[in-house]
């Protein structure tokens, strides 16, 4: 069997550039999507904004003061999702390994795609080629034995960038990166491992792995392989989930308890869950219900419909909460507690991202990204403050 081939595929500067392809005027001018209020965040920033210091997730009025003149625009969430089923058709003309990250980026298994499209590199240039000549927008590739190496490879030259990083290149082709490259490494632990005289992934790769854990705990493992080019080549096929009609979870007590603040916990750990599932569905909740048995095996059940669908813990968890607290417990025990969530959409986040409030957004974002560091380190790396209390 041939080597694996994994392709990470992403969209440059995606809001900025699908206004810039729908209106010519907006061409090679600095481009800011995100909305206008206090709050505001920059949600995209084309490449001719970058050139400012702007970069997205910056304040809005952070940017609009580094660069005035930009063209500012709010976020047309049905016109991104239209671009982004094309992108997504696209890839799945190439291989059926195709999973989304985000609304504008992929990891594609091309592995033995050769025969019928011509070698890895044929294959990315075919894709930049249509997303170019059929969208007017450009994607970065990257390509390489794991999702590592692609997504490294994706980040290199990018806008408009191709990288393969191949084996025979591993692990020095990574030498001269600068550490903060690698993905899940974030301000803190840069400055770590600068303080530990690392700057580069070179310089990481002398670290000794039993240095590394007893610097950085469970992620001193994936430093040390991250710092060798190795890391996870699983690609998951791209379904479309059948819809459900809700999720739930429920807990037995190991002991009944009328501890307000341990069933608050309990409830936001399912919250957690339920919205990690909700996510990984597509799907957006509404309605939230909240299961109470009592020792005698007497069971209640209240729900709330929320204001706006939501695929993160926070509302379903203070839905969950002022439920309980209507409930009244009165110093009565508990035997068993669960959420619900119903009323089901199978509305992606996106569009609740580009419609909502940004408050909104930013909870989605946070919660993608946990979802992501979770996958690449296992549960339990992250946790709500309250849990580790
Ligand atoms: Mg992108």
């Given at each position: 069997?041939?080597?694996?081939?994994?392709?990470?595929?992403?969209?440059?500067a995606f809001?900025?550039?699908?206004?810039?392809?729908?209106?010519?005027?907006?061409?090679?001018?600095?481009?800011?999507?995100?909305?206008?209020?206090?709050?505001?965040?920059?949600?995209?920033?084309?490449?001719?904004?970058?050139?400012?210091?702007?970069?997205?997730?910056?304040p809005?009025?952070?940017?609009?003061?580094?660069?005035?003149?930009?063209?500012?625009?709010?976020?047309?969430?049905?016109?991104?999702?239209?671009?982004?089923?094309?992108?997504?058709?696209?890839?799945?003309?190439?291989?059926?390994?195709?999973?989304?990250?985000?609304?504008?980026?992929?990891?594609?298994?091309?592995?033995?795609?050769?025969?019928?499209?011509?070698?890895?590199?044929?294959?990315?240039?075919?894709?930049?080629?249509?997303?170019?000549?059929?969208?007017?927008?450009?994607?970065?590739?990257?390509?390489?034995?794991?999702?590592?190496?692609?997504?490294?490879?994706?980040?290199?030259?990018?806008?408009?960038?191709?990288?393969?990083?191949?084996?025979?290149?591993?692990?020095?082709?990574?030498?001269?990166?600068?550490?903060?490259?690698?993905?899940?490494?974030?301000?803190?632990?840069?400055?770590?491992?600068?303080?530990?005289?690392?700057?580069?992934?070179?310089?990481?790769?002398?670290l000794s792995?039993?240095?590394?854990?007893?610097?950085?705990?469970?992620?001193?493992?994936?430093?040390?392989?991250?710092?060798?080019?190795?890391?996870?080549?699983g690609?998951?096929?791209?379904?479309?989930?059948?819809?459900?009609?809700?999720?739930?979870?429920?807990?037995?007590?190991?002991?009944?308890?009328?501890?307000?603040?341990?069933?608050?916990?309990?409830?936001?750990?399912?919250?957690?869950?339920?919205?990690?599932?909700?996510?990984?569905?597509?799907?957006?909740?509404?309605?939230?219900?909240?299961?109470?048995?009592?020792?005698?095996?007497k069971?209640?059940?209240?729900?709330?419909?929320?204001?706006?669908?939501?695929?993160?813990?926070?509302?379903?968890?203070?839905?969950?909460?002022?439920?309980?607290?209507?409930?009244g417990?009165?110093?009565?025990?508990?035997?068993?507690?669960?959420?619900?969530?119903?009323?089901?959409?199978?509305?992606?986040?996106?569009?609740?991202?580009?419609?909502?409030?940004?408050?909104?957004a930013?909870?989605?974002?946070?919660?993608?990204?946990?979802?992501?560091?979770?996958?690449?380190?296992?549960?339990?790396?992250?946790?709500?403050?309250?849990?580790?209390?």
């Amino acid at each position: 069997m041939s080597a694996r081939v994994i392709m990470h595929a992403d969209v440059d500067a995606f809001f900025a550039s699908v206004e810039q392809a729908v209106n010519p005027a907006y061409r090679n001018k600095p481009v800011l999507v995100g909305g206008s209020g206090d709050r505001s965040v920059v949600m995209a920033a084309s490449y001719e904004a970058r050139r400012f210091g702007v970069h997205s997730a910056m304040p809005m009025s952070q940017a609009r003061r580094l660069c005035p003149h930009a063209v500012h625009l709010p976020a047309n969430g049905k016109l991104y999702r239209r671009y982004s089923r094309h992108v997504m058709r696209v890839f799945l003309d190439y291989t059926p390994l195709v999973e989304p990250i985000s609304i504008d980026e992929a990891y594609l298994d091309v592995t033995g795609t050769e025969r019928l499209f011509g070698p890895p590199l044929e294959v990315a240039r075919m894709i930049k080629q249509r997303i170019s000549s059929e969208l007017g927008i450009t994607v970065s590739i990257g390509m390489g034995r794991n999702r590592l190496l692609a997504k490294l490879a994706s980040d290199w030259d990018k806008p408009d960038g191709l990288r393969w990083i191949r084996d025979e290149q591993l692990p020095h082709v990574l030498d001269e990166l600068p550490v903060k490259r690698l993905p899940g490494i974030g301000q803190v632990a840069a400055g770590k491992l600068r303080e530990l005289g690392v700057r580069t992934v070179g310089q990481l790769r002398s670290l000794s792995s039993s240095l590394l854990e007893q610097q950085f705990g469970k992620s001193g493992a994936y430093l040390y392989s991250a710092s060798r080019g190795e890391g996870n080549d699983g690609v998951s096929f791209y379904s479309q989930p059948p819809l459900r009609k809700q999720v739930s979870e429920e807990t037995t007590l190991a002991e009944d308890s009328a501890d307000l603040s341990a069933l608050h916990t309990l409830l936001l750990e399912m919250a957690d869950n339920l919205a990690r599932r909700l996510r990984k569905q597509g799907m957006l909740g509404r309605t939230v219900m909240l299961k109470i048995r009592f020792p005698d095996f007497k069971t209640v059940s209240r729900s709330v419909t929320m204001l706006q669908p939501a695929d993160t813990w926070q509302p379903i968890y203070h839905s969950a909460v002022e439920l309980l607290d209507k409930l009244g417990l009165g110093g009565r025990s508990v035997r068993l507690i669960g959420i619900g969530v119903t009323n089901l959409s199978d509305q992606t986040a996106d569009q609740l991202i580009l419609f909502g409030d940004e408050s909104v957004a930013q909870a989605g974002k946070l919660d993608t990204a946990c979802d992501e560091l979770i996958l690449r380190y296992g549960d339990g790396v992250i946790t709500q403050a309250r849990r580790l209390r």
